[in-house]
């Protein structure tokens, strides 16, 4: 299916992507693959907590020389995240997209929302996105619609509660903390949700599944069928870095991998062109820019 023509299947009817929603998939270097030589993104680092646990998952805050999600310099603020968008727009008028990925999970951090509702006030042509793990999804869409992010990364690695729950250490929903199967249920029907209310509002939806050979490996061509029946535009499978809980286990190999697109793409657009960003990667994908924006006042 090519980046000119899109109509999905939402909720039984066929939609016809208007000439915005185009501009927020033909501008996206992460949704079209087109677009990410020519075009680049801002992440701003300003959600450092996260709600669940993934044992494939370290963040840091330090790790300069580190490509990798969760990875940042440091962590901005509201007022830093507003600074370092205009001083990136100035400079580089080829950066379409600001993006919220972490390093925690953005929609756990009040700080996502206040440097959305100024990017809306101050900056409203500038495509927004944000990627998430989907547990507060369905309680958080309203405010990403009213802040204009039209594009949405889920985070999606089983449909299988009990393949959840080889995956997930723990998630912390409404003040408690669940764990093993009770937690996997729990984030998997949030999730789904999410993406449901995200196709409805017309949001371009990419989910994210990270292939881990042992755990989910048989299991990721039924996610990419549940996604595609629901209308996300495309579906990125990430080979595991081998880390935390995971770092014993061999990450899939290219030849893996492409195997496993092949079959995905089956049901749903793949993205090939991942390059694992950053939480605060700015510039073309392959080809980030770490200059003076992070200098202090």
Same mark, same amino acid.
């Given at each position: 299916?090519?980046?000119?023509?899109?109509?999905?299947?939402?909720?039984?009817?066929?939609?016809?992507?208007?000439?915005?929603?185009?501009?927020?998939?033909?501008?996206?270097?992460?949704?079209?693959?087109?677009?990410?030589?020519?075009?680049?993104?801002?992440?701003?680092?300003?959600?450092?907590?996260?709600?669940?646990?993934?044992?494939?998952?370290?963040?840091?805050?330090?790790?300069?020389?580190?490509?990798?999600?969760?990875?940042?310099?440091?962590?901005?603020?509201?007022?830093?995240?507003?600074?370092?968008?205009?001083?990136?727009?100035?400079?580089?008028?080829?950066?379409?997209?600001?993006?919220?990925?972490?390093?925690?999970?953005?929609?756990?951090?009040?700080? +996502?929302?206040? +440097?959305?509702?100024?990017?809306?006030?101050?900056?409203?042509?500038?495509?927004?996105?944000?990627? *998430?793990?989907?547990?507060?999804?369905?309680?958080?869409?309203?405010?990403?619609?009213?802040?204009?992010?039209?594009?949405? *990364?889920?985070?999606?690695?089983?449909?299988?509660?009990?393949?959840?729950?080889?995956?997930?250490?723990?998630?912390?929903?409404?003040?408690?903390?669940? +764990?093993?199967?009770?937690?996997?249920?729990?984030?998997?029907?949030?999730?789904?949700?999410?993406?449901?209310?995200?196709?409805?509002?017309?949001?371009?939806?990419?989910?994210?599944?990270?292939?881990?050979?042992?755990?989910?490996?048989?299991?990721?061509?039924?996610?990419?069928?549940?996604?595609?029946?629901?209308?996300?535009? +495309?579906?990125?499978?990430?080979?595991?870095?081998?880390?935390?809980?995971?770092?014993?286990?061999?990450?899939?190999?290219?030849?893996?991998?492409?195997?496993?697109?092949?079959?995905?793409?089956?049901?749903?657009?793949?993205?090939?062109?991942?390059?694992?960003?950053?939480?605060?990667?700015?510039?073309?994908?392959?080809?980030?820019?770490?200059?003076?924006?992070?200098?202090?006042?």
């Amino acid at each position: 299916m090519s980046d000119e023509v899109r109509v999905a299947d939402v909720a039984g009817k066929k939609v016809q992507w208007d000439p915005a929603q185009m501009r927020k998939i033909q501008e996206h270097p992460c949704f079209s693959e087109k677009a990410c030589h020519t075009f680049g993104r801002c992440h701003i680092p300003v959600a450092p907590k996260c709600n669940i646990q993934c044992n494939y998952c370290i963040r840091d805050f330090d790790c300069v020389n580190e490509s990798r999600p969760g990875v940042t310099t440091r962590v901005l603020n509201p007022d830093e995240s507003i600074d370092m968008v205009k001083k990136v727009v100035d400079k580089y008028d080829y950066i379409k997209v600001v993006g919220i990925a972490g390093p925690g999970e953005p929609l756990a951090n009040e700080e +996502t929302f206040e +440097t959305l509702r100024r990017l809306h006030e101050q900056y409203p042509n500038v495509i927004k996105c944000i990627s *998430t793990n989907g547990l507060l999804l369905p309680d958080k869409i309203d405010l990403l619609q009213k802040y204009d992010v039209g594009n949405i *990364t889920v985070t999606l690695n089983a449909i299988d509660p009990e393949i959840g729950a080889k995956i997930y250490q723990f998630i912390d929903y409404q003040g408690k903390r669940y +764990t093993g199967i009770e937690g996997a249920k729990i984030l998997l029907s949030q999730q789904l949700k999410g993406i449901e209310e995200a196709v409805k509002r017309n949001m371009i939806v990419k989910i994210n599944t990270v292939y881990i050979p042992g755990i989910n490996e048989d299991h990721i061509p039924a996610i990419a069928k549940k996604v595609g029946e629901m209308g996300v535009y +495309t579906f990125n499978v990430i080979p595991l870095i081998a880390q935390y809980k995971f770092g014993n286990i061999t990450p899939p190999t290219p030849e893996m991998k492409r195997k496993m697109q092949d079959e995905c793409g089956k049901y749903v657009k793949q993205m090939r062109h991942c390059q694992r960003c950053r939480a605060d990667a700015i510039g073309k994908l392959g080809h980030d820019i770490q200059s003076c924006l992070y200098e202090k006042k």
